[in-house]
């Protein structure tokens, strides 16, 4: 059978376990509220289902920033949409890169015509405030992008003392928390941090498709005074701001801002089904709660971490500032590494991650993340990892890596209240 | 209650008859098509969906082209991808305008640094061959833009012609067919046409936020030229290529390829659910058959005009050049058109579009496709706007409109075998 020819058979994936880095398994909540019946973007529920989400977000990223909305396309739309509004050609940009996610914030600011200034942690490490303090003071930038989590290193950057930095050296921050945000905490106000974006796909337990961001009054300053309104749209007694024009106009912030605004000035066509996912995401998270959600990642994280020290598998990376929702694994010494996610694929239907650059061929990442931080699925891929590991001639006692695992979640359950 | 407290309700929008110029119903299908269980980007069987997608839509445009695939947004995502990874700063850019989106390509050509030659027609016409071959001797553009169909006026625009001038003036043609596609003919191959994109959320009776797009050979070339891969990602071997560097990476056209390619360069996280409801949207209207799903739109257009006619309604624009799938209709004198679409909203649940720029206040534009193409919807609409329209003042004699649209339904059944 052909391609064009298998393209007539229905949908059927089969029903994996997705416990790589992402994207995971969406909760099934949020896929059948994409089922809801389309709304014109202009009706007045459309509206109030927009206006509803942006308060939800709020909440999501801890934060009061009025201009906190979804930019339809994946988590890197997100992140392009804040360059290219704040970024002028010129701008001095200062990435510090601790990951493949760092190296795609130096592309994208390039693209927007910074002169970018990179500094390089080795992968497995995060930077101490100091060396970003260093950098502050030497490139003076307008704006340092930086991931909250970046998922080629698991690694989990503190970002307290770099916003304090940020705004010592007058210098506006952007993070990135495609990989972070749900499963590790993110004060935006509390942090001072100017600009967020993220993704449904990881800790938010939806598909890829929405970014949704946050965005504070000093970078809508910026993106308010490059405003051009479309042709034919500009309103009576208005004129184009004195900024330079965005180079976009799909990820205009500032016609963005206009669209999600209550004034509600044409530009796309909202992504219906995007908006009922990202809402459904947040409803559901916000039900359970932030802290009880952020537990439900520690805890299914510190159960992975355990059963992976039990089976002797040695882990990647700077342990103590790792993400809860990711694990890179150390692959032993004499085993295959692809032979082994192949094996989980095709016999378990269970997907962990592989690893880029430095890591590649080294590494296993393992997520357990959004709704598949769940004890069952944890628990299922471990043993799965067990059985395949011993079939692939890896010494081990079967069982120990469960045991841990399921240890860790025995000793939480009579410590806290917290859903597992 | 406010808006936080409201957005914690469980999603439950009216189940609205949309019979406006776009968005409209999904087809049911397709909605249920999304809520398949998530894959990870690179698992054999999400990466045999997606070149079984691109199979599909290579039938939809009428191509053979191999670069016929998905850009992860709504349809103006598709647009700008093109621009952006065909035209070069400076490039001269000819946009004919017979509407608001004509003025989109406008605005967005100018944003990637196009020097842009703008002609124009009045709002309810189309081009003649002759205005388009005097502005491609006069400006010798790199690229024409044109819609094929501009929903704002419900033209529909003849390309064979220009298509063939575009060759003679050896200049690139990319269509904006997300109005028309599915529900108008576009022999993309037979025409000559480079470029053209669209969106799911018309003809092809989807939900807004993916927009397929294809580009043949010549503008592959243009593309490839500016090939420059992230960072960290080019292969052994490999060099950046030697045209200017693409100013996004989201819509790199080039990384996108390698994103889609055999090769599977890591690129964005495709929207998974976005995929499912392209590939779904595509075989379900290649199920029912290209030509059919025309038929089927012309028929269902037949009827609106003829229920209008009947009616007393008289219609905007050079009917001789409209699509199929949008009609726009004169608000009569002395009916206030607002009332008359709220009245239709908030009694019948149906929604029928208001008109921008010059025909702003002065008609409606109803829409008849996709999924909403079918009899019912269309004989339901007409009745409604009778009740309406008597309730408001304007004098008709009851019952002639939706008389007249199942008079032509009668008589297509008699004369084709075509699903209504």
């Not at 010129?90 to 130096?106: I, M, Q, S, Y």
């Not at 340092?144 to 950057?157: E, F, K, N, R």
């Not at 051009?228 to 016609?255: C, K, W």
């Not at 004890?375 to 043993?383: P, S």
């Amino acid at each position: 059978m052909d391609h064009y020819d298998a393209a007539f058979e229905e949908l059927n994936p089969l029903p994996r376990l997705l416990m790589g880095p992402g994207p995971i398994n969406a909760d099934p909540r949020v896929l059948r509220a994409m089922s809801a019946p389309i709304l014109g973007q202009f009706d007045p529920q459309f509206r109030a289902y927009m206006v509803q989400t942006m308060a939800l977000y709020r909440e999501i990223f801890q934060t009061r920033n009025e201009w906190t909305f979804m930019i339809d396309g994946t988590a890197r739309a997100g992140i392009e949409a804040i360059f290219v509004s704040v970024i002028e050609p010129g701008d001095v940009v200062l990435v510090p890169v601790f990951g493949r996610f760092g190296n795609l914030k130096v592309e994208i600011a390039e693209r927007c015509g910074a002169d970018v200034k990179v500094i390089e942690t080795e992968w497995g490490a995060v930077f101490r405030p100091e060396e970003i303090e260093a950098a502050l003071r030497r490139h003076r930038p307008k704006l340092v992008a930086i991931c909250q989590g970046d998922t080629s290193t698991t690694m989990l950057q503190p970002l307290a003392d770099i916003a304090r930095l940020c705004r010592q050296y007058d210098a506006l921050l952007y993070v990135d928390a495609t990989a972070s945000l749900g499963g590790n905490d993110l004060p935006v106000d509390a942090w001072q941090i100017d600009a967020v974006s993220t993704g449904l796909q990881k800790c938010l337990a939806g598909p890829p498709g929405v970014s949704p961001i946050t965005v504070n009054d000093r970078v809508t300053a910026v993106v308010r005074r490059r405003r051009h309104v479309e042709r034919g749209l500009l309103g009576p007694g208005e004129s184009q701001g004195p900024g330079t024009r965005i180079a976009s106009n799909y990820f205009d912030l500032a016609m963005l801002m206009d669209y999600w605004d209550e004034k509600g000035l044409n530009h796309h066509t909202e992504a219906t089904t995007g908006l009922y996912a990202a809402r459904e995401c947040a409803r559901l998270l916000l039900k359970e709660g932030l802290e009880q959600v952020f537990a439900r990642h520690a805890l299914a994280g510190r159960a992975l971490v355990a059963a992976c020290q039990a089976m002797g598998l040695a882990l990647f990376g700077d342990i103590a500032h790792k993400m809860a929702n990711v694990t890179g694994v150390y692959i032993p010494e004499g085993i295959d590494g692809e032979r082994v996610r192949s094996a989980l694929l095709q016999d378990f239907n269970i997907e962990i991650g592989a690893s880029f650059g430095p890591m590649r061929g080294k590494v296993w990442r393992i997520g357990s993340m959004g709704y598949c931080a769940r004890k069952d699925a944890v628990l299922i891929t471990v043993q799965a990892l067990e059985t395949v590991l011993a079939a692939e001639g890896f010494r081990l006692l079967r069982g120990t890596g469960v045991d841990a695992a399921l240890a860790v979640y025995r000793e939480a359950k009579g410590a806290s209240p917290v859903r597992a």
